[in-house]
């Protein structure tokens, strides 16, 4: 299929053109929210001062990972520069626009840290004084500004590459797709082991050793703990759904061009300029009703603009597109069907997957629904049952979450007959998804603000109870919509996955080809390609990808229980060197406990994010084309359930907990509440840390098997094939990651001594 | 391949006699053992009492059991006489043989629970008056028999339909195979939720509650305890380990005969037939030292008769097999290598798998190594953390244990460049694994006995402090060797499936090929096959397999909390009603408990059971052949790890317990005690309900899809597609599942209100 060269016609410019104005018209307007935000009453000076603590803590971590960063970011693109793509210049532009898509995340993240930590004392202020419509506007504007910074820049990108790359788009996408991936995944494992090191290890000794409650100004890690929901959940998921947004995007115009050429190209840009005029619509009409739960309020404006996006999308199919296959050129003309209802009904597909996961997710980590109240009620029999219970909601609602997923997927597929065009439906179901992702990630920034905005006003002690109580409500809306915005990220991750699946087909068949191979179309490349799949080496690969899911999981578990030991020592050192704490005559030093989480969680995020990179590297090169497709297909089923359980069972540990402290089965302080208490410490790295950094692993392992696939195929067939040298890079992947893990095994040893 | 018609040599047939007899050998040795146990000293008049109760109570519940799985039986048999086979005696002889398999299943496992509860109250008096050594001789020697009942009925049943059948023995072997998983599934499933619901709902009220000891006879679910140890850790245990020695064998006789015709008949029944033979030197050599742990006994007696396999193995592939592939038949001229050697190494792999499985097994469980020790001392910063050291540790050793067998079903691969012969070596290196299958099975059952023993012990109140410790110490053993059990179980699943997996394609191919299409042998087929399996439809598949284990899993977890939720309701309303339990004066209604548990158990086992018999049939008619084996290949790879995550992080919890309980980080009664008695409870289900039960699991559904391709390739392809056909089989399968998870789910929520 590479010989599909697009070229652009007049209209297909301008068209780019508009979709690149749209995009800074949402960057214009998230501006516009930002200002609003930061004109938002600031309230007392005692919240004032906390505020400001948390975002110097906060603006410094960011600062120290970003350097970080910078050595893998530079590593990076040069083994970039040197990997063969189809002409100089894509080589060159992949890897500019890999430093670029990172530039984006990491900007991305940064924006939505910097905003929160304002947004946080002046949600509190308003709860404080003006009461909860205001406080709520506040935290999901402040939403809205990341929700729309996140797709305008996710657009403007893409939009850029294809208006100066056309033909040598998807080369150069790839890499702006790698660099926010994998600039993502680390912020979403660096900031997920901060933000849980600091809570548990601050409700390991606050709560459960000293008895004083969550956020209580005489714990030393209340900062660090507020610190961490800003670089964790504001940052880390901006990042990550901005790189899920890039991602997807990518693929469908990966898999558009080589299907279809310039409207393929095109039609992808389309969608998504149309979600973020919806999105536009959706952030101004959430306004909260009396009497109505805040869940109520977010669902009903993300139902109305993903209904305006369904009847904007189905007027651009159906002038944008031709009404059969055939007018798009002579390859086409045994395609059966119409392609621009084709094309619409791929974007409804995606548009009722994301309102699907949407519900699915809040039934099962609602408070007000029956799942979470049954955990929240087996706190009767003890913390044992409360995992339990918890354990089971987290499998089932994956396994509804992997089905709804595997209908979509399945239903794009059945739309043609052509398995190129059906692999662009799936990745045009992926941009219906997008389309909605502005909404929801300013319904996600809501949560994180209001936990913040909480935690202010409990530090503050300045805060009214009924303050506090629209404080707390906010907070458990948030953990409902923070599990939503972890489905809808695994679902992209799923839809973005399987037609970069499709593209790593394509790449190998290539290959192929210009190795010199029989195969000289994309067809029989595929047919040579998996004509080892059924084999066992498949299977393995299966399996290795199955447990790079697993290992994923555990190292970043594992991170957080040490870097919260040594929160907890140093939390514990305070109160027995530092006199007066408990009696609230001395001030703990707060900035040490942000310290110690800052190195350690940087420390930490090495050893899963070389595994990411470099496991299918060894996958690739060790074992061949076969077993890395296996890999990648093991990594997203396993990766999909895995994801989607942990951030479950995580949201509805939480909200037990809230349940009780709001007074059921004999509220805070009782037994039912010291067993919800264990549940929620026991989910916070599930749904914080280990849980949402699975998305964008799948992308990072996908994109760099779409990369390597080329020098993968050299170095197996035609003249220019090499064992030696193949062997010998993956038995240098396989050492990195093998260093890495025996490095952070001896560090936790030495922690211990 | 089907073309390959083995027709059998005088020495074959003597050699298949001889071999049978070595299986009757092995049964009359499990009588000696088995007189021999019985011989033992029975202890005093109250120990008697309380044993008989015990086994009073497995004997109901195995009894009512069997009556509930005579439906599933009888229905699966009408089914399978139903399916098409290649002839109508091969037809009639498979659905025979499933009965077959299905009753020595069930033989082996109520020999295993019937000696089990006369075994325990001779190890208790022999630990009280005999000492370690004698208490440990009488434990493994139960194990030798059941393990020589396994292995002898497993290798007669093959032996049999191989010499009866010859050519078409594999069909035959299919019912066979499918027959023993079945039942060993629904035994698991069904054992398992009576021994954790039994177990979690003691500890729930006697620990936790009434602060009273575990196996208090003042608890009313002590005996239920007891009973559930037997019906599961030893029931349920047994028919597994049959069902992995039957399905492993199976798998590589339907395959040997397809790549090698009599020879590869016969010679992977010689393989087992030599485990046997040192599976009897390796009983009888188990003999526990001074000064030595008894894992450092059982460990010895596993590498000599590992050893002496690994020798006789070699003599058996050096005399009877040729030393190049031509002597096979022209078709073999091509293929490179010596065939006896190629035999040799994949069996040494299967053998060398064992070993290291049993070693990295017994690293991350036993309570003398790292892992286990670090969980022990998270108990001082409480449950939480001893949860998620606890999980970290599960899934850690899962994905080193996947590694190890990815390790070998690769390793056994790349023996050859032809892929029916690289798939004959990996079901020989299942065979290799087999040979340890006896020694396996021994240790296993020490598990259950000496915790059964610690039981009756505890309740006669009749055992000296020495004779408990004993019993403690032999406890502790056991749990590490129940977790090694099952690390070997799951490695003969992943190394039968992936057989299975080369029988399924070939079934596909002789289906095609009979269906008139283009594929006239196995390889055309296999590219037919293939054509379609990078397309979504098998990544939908592998979504599919994977959310399958984890809904088993959950249903699985689920169905021991609601069992155990009655057990906690019947034993809090005995102490209430019942006036002087807790005194001693009065005797609670064991019996009662012990219904309870039974009828609950034997309802709740029939949705997971049906999720796997539907599910592969639902995915097969309705997404076609290509999903199937995305289907099955995600369910292996999940699987696999999470089989082996729930056993070690079960494991570990419970050594972990166990250590605390010896006086470490406080000892009993402190609150790291309690942190990690929910750690175990957390564990119970894990280790003992879903996790062992995943194992049958795959090979279930993987049998299940050999069993229907045919009909699914004659639904899609050539003169007799029918398409509405496929659907509604698919339809009413999952309308059955849907059913099923409906009901369990209404049937909670009444018991709750």
Redesign the interface.
């Known amino acids: 299929m590479d010989t599909f060269v697009p070229t652009f016609t007049g209209t297909d410019r301008t068209i780019v053109i508009v979709v690149g104005v749209v995009a800074l018209v949402a960057l214009a307007i998230a501006m516009v929210l930002r200002a609003q935000v930061l004109a938002a009453g600031t309230g007392t000076p005692r919240m004032q001062e906390i505020s400001a603590a948390v975002q110097e803590g906060a603006s410094a971590y960011l600062g120290r990972q970003f350097r970080t960063l910078a050595v893998f970011v530079v590593v990076v693109f040069a083994l970039l520069f040197v990997l063969p793509a189809d002409s100089a210049g894509e080589r060159i532009g992949r890897s500019i626009f890999f430093l670029v898509g990172a530039a984006f995340s990491a900007a991305i993240g940064y924006t939505g840290m910097w905003l929160a930590t304002r947004a946080n004392v002046r949600v509190a202020a308003a709860a404080n004084t003006e009461g909860r419509e205001r406080a709520m506007q506040i935290a999901f504007r402040t939403g809205g500004t990341v929700g729309l910074a996140t797709t305008g820049l996710g657009l403007l990108g893409a939009s850029f590459v294809v208006l100066v790359y056309v033909g040598g788009a998807p080369r150069v996408l790839e890499g702006f797709g790698f660099g926010a991936a994998m600039l993502a995944m680390f912020m979403r494992v660096g900031g997920g082991i901060f933000t849980k090191a600091a809570d ?1 290890g601050a409700d ?1 000794v606050g709560k ?1 050793e000293q008895n004083i409650p969550e956020d209580d100004p005489r714990n030393a890690a209340t900062i660090a703990d507020n610190v961490g929901d800003n670089v964790g959940d504001c940052a880390g998921m901006a990042a990550d759904l901005f790189e899920s947004y890039a991602v997807t995007l990518v693929a469908s115009l990966i898999l558009g061009s080589a299907a279809f050429g310039a409207k393929g190209l095109v039609f992808p840009l389309i969608v998504p300029a149309i979600g973020i005029l919806t999105a536009i619509i959706g952030v101004y009409i959430t306004r909260a009703r009396a009497n109505e739960s805040g869940l109520a309020t977010i669902n009903r404006s993300f139902y109305i603009s993903a209904g305006i996006s369904a009847v904007l999308c189905a007027i651009a199919a159906f002038t944008y597109l031709p009404s059969n296959f055939a007018d798009f050129g002579d390859n086409f003309a045994g395609i059966a069907g119409n392609p621009a209802v084709i094309a619409f009904v791929s974007v409804i597909i995606g548009i009722v997957l994301a309102a699907v996961i949407l519900w699915l997710t809040g039934y099962f980590t609602d408070t007000n629904k029956k799942p979470t109240q ?1 955990v929240a ?2 706190s009767l ?5 409360v ?3 918890g ?2 909601v ?3 609602s ?2 509804y979450t ?2 709804v ?2 209908a979509a ?2 239903g ?2 059945l739309l043609s007959g052509s ?1 190129f065009v ?2 662009f439906c ?1 990745a045009l179901a992926g941009c219906g998804l997008l389309t909605t992702v502005g909404v929801i990630v300013a319904m996600d920034t809501f949560g994180p603000i209001s936990d913040n905005a909480q935690g202010v006003a409990e530090m503050s002690g300045e805060v009214s109870p009924q303050g506090a109580q629209i404080l707390t409500d906010l907070d458990a809306v948030g953990n409902t919509t923070k599990a939503i915005t972890k489905g809808i990220a695994i679902a992209t991750a ?1 839809l973005a996955a ?1 037609a970069l ?2 593209s790593y ?1 394509n790449a190998i068949a290539n290959a192929l080809a210009s190795a010199g191979e029989a195969a000289a179309d994309a067809a029989d490349g ?2 040579s ?12 690969g ?6 790079v ?3 994923f ?2 190292l970043a ?2 991170a ?2 040490r870097a919260a ?1 040594a929160v ?1 020592y140093e939390v514990r050192r305070q109160f027995r060197e530092i006199a007066g704490i408990m009696e609230g005559t001395a001030r703990p030093e707060y900035g040490r406990v942000v310290d110690i989480v800052t190195r350690d969680s940087l420390r930490e995020l090495a050893t899963p994010g070389l595994l990411a990179v470099f496991a299918p590297i060894a996958v690739g090169f060790g ?1 061949g084309t076969g077993a890395l ?2 890999y990648l ?2 990594a ?3 990766g ?2 895995m994801a989607v ?1 942990l951030a479950n069972s995580g949201g509805s540990w939480d909200n037990a907990k809230k349940l009780v402290e709001d007074g059921n089965y004999g509220g805070k302080g009782s037994d039912a509440h010291a067993a919800t ?2 549940g929620d ?2 989910g916070d ?1 599930f749904k914080d840390t280990a849980g949402p950094a699975i998305n964008p692993l799948i992308k990072v392992m996908n994109l760099v098997s779409v990369l390597i696939a080329p020098a993968v195929v050299t170095l197996t067939v035609g003249s220019s094939s090499n064992t030696a040298v193949r062997i010998v890079i993956a038995l240098v992947a396989v050492a990195i990651i093998a260093a890495a893990v025996i490095v952070s095994k001896r560090r936790a040893s030495r922690l ?1 001594a």
Chains 1, 2 share one sequence.
């Open positions: 548990v390991l459960v049954d009620r087996t029999t003890g913390a044992a049952t995992i339990l219970s354990i089971s987290g499998f089932e994956a396994v992997a089905l997923i595997a997927v399945y794009a597929f398995l059906a692999l799936i799923v399987t699946f499709g087909s595929m047919a390609f998996v004509s080892n799949i059924v084999s066992p080496n498949t299977l393995v299966v399996l290795l990808g199955a447990a899911v697993f290992l999981s555990g578990v594992n957080v229980s030991g907890v074992l497709a296996g297909a093991g997203i089923g396993t999909t359930l359980f208490v264990i410490t026991v790295p211990e």
